[in-house]
């Protein structure tokens, strides 16, 4: 953390430039509110940041979609500046001028360029502060430059003589390689003593942040670049292409990350692995898994192809066998399930609990050890622990209008194919009848049977066949 100054303030704030509409994605959502690895890319962004400095010392830059990026965000506790006409990326900073000119330096990262690790901002500011530049650029060499400004430095040295966009590079100019990421360390002093002196005369006839290097050249301060080693961490996302190359790359990342701290993941390529999602070692994903949102997953879990499991919190040693979808749900340890079975919001699955093929659960508590092993809704139901649910057993939880509760106490039995009409009482140890239709409260250790009673005719088919027989023979 860089030393608090007199006034409270460290010596860095960070501004994050999130007020571009993002013409080149040809979307009608923001762009820094496009998701890579389950979250907008400015969280990424934000995200970095706060390993930096505290949330009360970043400011993010808001314009198009304000008020849809700020709530996006919100959560993170960053401050917000508005700009509310949108004049190129030195614009974005002449607004946050109030805020940030109390800092003596700040660092510029933009809302689209999500990779960006938190230690090579750190290396940047280090850098930065080690030069006593009045501007540094985080540069990069990527296979393929095009689109990016272009950083011309003077000779081989660390200075910078300026930035240009690729629009106004000359000839000489496009075969340079080393790009402007986009992400900047400025002393605040020199930067807003020349911020007024950048003009529109360019292609977008915007403001660019990009001509402060020239400027603050112009004036004799000093202004350097450091090149990133990873040039995959600043690459930008201006189109969809490049937005989902991001996220492979992300969520790559989240693999190798998850991998490196024991989990098994057979095919990484094929999994789809949110940011935020924690798993404990000796846990095994098979290919094709895909875990979501806010989900953590104990150790020694084993995950099979096709199963789908987001915000839920998973115990160690669970098997998922394949083609689970598992949403909002917890479930304990050594609790087995599928293959396809669908566990909906609010269910909570006990210790070594089955949940098998074709069973749909939701707002459901199923207690220690208890059975549902085939083709089940069991919704609004509270099973107590070692119940059997037998095949095709339905709760009836809706009326129409209102949900009802089902509750089966523990070690009840309920026989295949029963339909439990709720709101609806099974007692401990009871046993329902196979193919019941249960209305009633059935008391502790009872035995319900809600059927119509069997008939039986002795010799009635062979009877039938004989007639056939004999009338198709008298034609
Ligand atoms: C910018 C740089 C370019 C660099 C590239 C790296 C300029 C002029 N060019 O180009 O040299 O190689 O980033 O990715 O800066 N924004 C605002 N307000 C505005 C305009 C933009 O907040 O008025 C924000 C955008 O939301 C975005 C960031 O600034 O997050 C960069 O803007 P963008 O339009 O994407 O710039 P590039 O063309 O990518
Ligand atoms: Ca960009």
Redesign the pocket.
């Known amino acids: 953390m860089p030393n608090q100054k007199s006034n409270g303030n460290p010596d860095f704030a960070i501004v994050i430039?999130?007020?571009?509409k993002?013409t080149r994605l040809k979307s009608s959502r923001a762009?820094?509110l496009h998701e890579i690895a389950g979250q907008p890319l400015l969280a990424h962004v934000i995200k970095a940041a706060q390993q930096i400095v505290p949330a009360g010392h970043i400011f993010v830059?808001v314009?198009?979609q304000a008020e849809n990026v700020r709530a996006a965000v919100a959560p993170m506790g960053v401050e917000f500046v508005l700009?509310a006409e949108?004049?190129?990326?030195g614009?974005?900073i002449m607004c946050a001028r109030e805020q940030v000119a109390s800092y003596q330096n700040i660092l510029v990262l933009?809302?689209?360029?999500p990779l960006i690790r938190p230690e090579t901002i750190a290396r940047l500011r280090d850098f930065h502060l080690g030069k006593k530049a009045a501007m540094t650029i985080l540069t990069a060499a990527p296979t393929d430059p095009f689109?990016?400004?272009r950083v011309i430095r003077a000779g081989s040295s660390d200075r910078v003589k300026a930035?240009v966009?690729q629009k106004a590079l000359s000839k000489a100019q496009q075969k340079e390689r080393e790009?402007?990421?986009?992400i900047y360390a400025f002393a605040t002093k020199p930067l807003f003593a020349n911020i007024d002196r950048l003009s529109t005369d360019n292609a977008h006839h915007?403001l660019?942040?990009?001509d402060m290097a020239a400027l603050l050249v112009k004036s004799k301060a000093t202004v350097v670049a450091l090149k990133a080693s990873d040039a995959a961490e600043?690459l930008?996302a201006?189109t969809l292409a490049e937005l989902s190359s991001l996220d492979a790359t992300m969520r790559a990342r989240k693999c190798s990350d998850l991998m490196a701290a024991g989990v098994s993941i057979y095919r990484p390529e094929t999994c789809l692995i949110d940011n935020d999602v924690q798993i404990g070692p000796d846990t095994i994903l098979e290919p094709f898994v895909q875990i979501l949102g806010q989900t953590r997953i104990g150790s020694g879990c084993r995950i099979r192809s096709f199963t789908i499991i987001s915000d839920s919190q998973i115990a160690d040693n669970v098997l998922f066998r394949p083609g689970c979808i598992v949403d909002r749900s917890t479930i304990a340890a050594g609790a087995q399930l599928g293959p396809y079975a669908h566990l909906r919001p609010g269910s909570e699955i006990g210790e070594g609990a089955h949940v098998g093929n074709f069973v749909e659960t939701k707002k459901t508590r199923m207690g220690r050890g208890a059975k549902a092993n085939h083709l089940s809704y069991l919704g609004d139901s509270d099973i107590g622990a070692g119940v059997n649910v037998g095949a095709g057993t339905i709760t009836c939880n809706y009326d129409g209008v209102n949900k009802h509760m089902t509750v089966i106490e523990e070690g009840a039995f309920i026989g295949s194919d029963s339909t439990l009409v709720a709101p609806v009482r099974i007692g401990k140890g009871a046993y329902v009848g196979a193919g019941s239709t249960i209305t009633k409260n059935v008391p502790a250790d009872a035995l319900a049977l809600g059927r119509s009673p069997q008939i039986t005719k002795d010799g009635w088919a062979r009877d039938r066949r004989e007639r056939q027989a004999k009338a198709k023979a008298g034609k």
């Open positions: 430039m999130a007020a571009g993002g762009k820094v830059i314009g198009h700009q949108q004049r190129g990326t614009h974005a933009s809302g689209d360029v689109g990016y400004g930035i966009e790009i402007n990421s986009g915007e660019y942040l990009t600043v930008g201006n």
